[in-house]
Structure formats: C-alpha cells, structure tokens
C-alpha cells in the first residue's frame, strides 16, 4: 500500500516560507516609494491581499488545512478581489485607505489585551478609508507608504530577525523592547517612503 501523506499547512517546512518574505518585501517597496505612481497595480494587489486572504482563510479553516485547497483558494479569491478593486476605483480607494489605518491601530496597539484595541482598530480602518474618499491624493501617498513600509519591517523581521530570538521573544519585557523598535523603524521607512513620493509627484509637475 502506498504511505499516505497529508498535504497540509501543518507539514510544510518552516524553510518555505523564505520565498514568501521575500516576495512581501519587494511588494512592500513599491508599496513604499512608488504607491501612487503604479496606483492601478497597487488596488490590484490590495484586492488581491484582502480577498484572497479571507478566501485563504475559510478554505483552511473547512478543509482543516489542506494545502492544495487553501492554495486553490487564495488564487481564486485573490484574483476577484483584484479585479474588483481594478475596476472599482473609489472602492479601491476606501480599502486602501482602511487598510492603512487599520494597519497603523494594530501595529501601535499591538501586544495591549485591553478589550477596546479591536473596536479602536477597526475605527480607524473605516475613519482612514472614508477620508481617504475626501481627500485621496495625500492620503494615499502616505496610506501606500505606511502600507510598504509596514511590509518590508514584517518581511526583514520574519527573515533575519525572529529565527534568533524566537526564545528570547517570549519574555515579555523583551519583547515590548522589539515591538518599539519595529514602530520605530516602521515609521521612518513610512517617513521616507513619504517623502520620496512626494518628492517624485513635484518632480512630475515641474516637467508637465
């Protein structure tokens, strides 16, 4: 009889996931400093995170986490959810800019088990996404920049980082030290990613 094997996200190596991190830093530096330049192919790739991750989601939590399924899923999901917000402009604005803000609150938040952080959280995902529907230019240089800077801190901590100190993250006081510093560095990479597209839309009306 031939072995069973159980194709699950439970078995696959932890080596595997290098790719994946490898490939969120890159979309996290032309989130960072070319958002709103390639704005069409970021809606693109947010419908793509956002749907194909809840898709992702509910497939591994039915098929109790079988891999071919829960890759179907994501591929499936994701490419609707792109499609809709490529097409849908201002829907695709409103999920940017919710999903900066909700990013923001959650990323500062983090770690605090008061029972106000989720409500706080989703609050300023629907606050930031409907202003960004008022005021879009602005908001979404630095929506798209927090957004890619957001992912390149994520990226670079999973790759070097957390294999070295995994240990030494479950002691607490420890670990608030590393959540600090990673606000810090995310805001500076969301400062300069900031600046520079800022930089590069001046840029782009002096030579019209």
Same mark, same amino acid.
């Given at each position: 009889?031939?072995? @069973? *094997?159980? =194709? @699950?996200? /439970?078995?696959?190596?932890? %080596? /595997? !996931? *290098?790719?994946?991190?490898?490939?969120?830093?890159?979309?996290?530096?032309?989130?960072?400093?070319?958002?709103?330049?390639?704005?069409?192919?970021?809606?693109? $790739?947010?419908?793509?995170?956002?749907?194909?991750?809840?898709?992702?989601?509910?497939? !591994?939590?039915? $098929?109790?986490? @079988?891999?071919?399924?829960?890759?179907?899923?994501?591929?499936?999901?994701?490419?609707?959810?792109?499609?809709?917000?490529?097409?849908?402009?201002?829907?695709?604005?409103?999920?940017?800019?919710?999903?900066?803000?909700?990013?923001?609150? =959650?990323?500062?938040?983090? !770690?605090?088990? %008061? =029972?106000?952080?989720? =409500?706080?959280?989703?609050?300023?995902?629907?606050?930031? !996404?409907?202003?960004?529907?008022?005021? /879009?230019?602005?908001?979404?240089?630095?929506?798209?920049?927090?957004?890619?800077?957001?992912?390149?801190?994520?990226?670079?901590?999973?790759?070097?980082?957390?294999?070295?100190?995994?240990?030494?993250?479950?002691?607490?006081?420890? $670990?608030?030290?590393?959540?600090? +510093?990673?606000?810090?560095?995310? +805001?500076?990479?969301?400062?300069?990613?900031?600046?520079?597209?800022?930089?590069? +839309?001046?840029?782009?009306?002096?030579?019209?």
């Amino acid at each position: 009889m031939p072995e @069973n *094997h159980s =194709w @699950n996200l /439970e078995s696959l190596p932890l %080596d /595997e !996931g *290098h790719g994946v991190w490898i490939v969120l830093l890159l979309a996290g530096m032309v989130y960072c400093f070319f958002g709103y330049r390639l704005f069409r192919l970021v809606l693109a $790739s947010t419908g793509f995170i956002l749907a194909g991750a809840a898709a992702a989601a509910m497939a !591994g939590w039915l $098929s109790q986490g @079988n891999l071919v399924v829960t890759g179907i899923a994501l591929a499936v999901g994701g490419i609707c959810g792109a499609m809709a917000l490529f097409f849908l402009y201002r829907l695709g604005v409103f999920c940017v800019g919710l999903l900066a803000g909700a990013m923001t609150a =959650w990323t500062v938040l983090q !770690g605090r088990q %008061d =029972w106000w952080v989720a =409500w706080a959280t989703l609050g300023a995902g629907f606050a930031s !996404g409907l202003l960004a529907l008022a005021v /879009e230019r602005p908001l979404m240089k630095a929506a798209t920049a927090a957004i890619g800077a957001w992912l390149c801190v994520c990226a670079v901590f999973f790759l070097l980082v957390q294999p070295y100190w995994q240990e030494r993250l479950a002691d607490p006081v420890f $670990s608030q030290w590393v959540h600090v +510093g990673v606000v810090g560095v995310w +805001g500076m990479i969301t400062a300069l990613g900031c600046a520079t597209q800022w930089h590069s +839309g001046a840029q782009k009306k002096k030579q019209g």
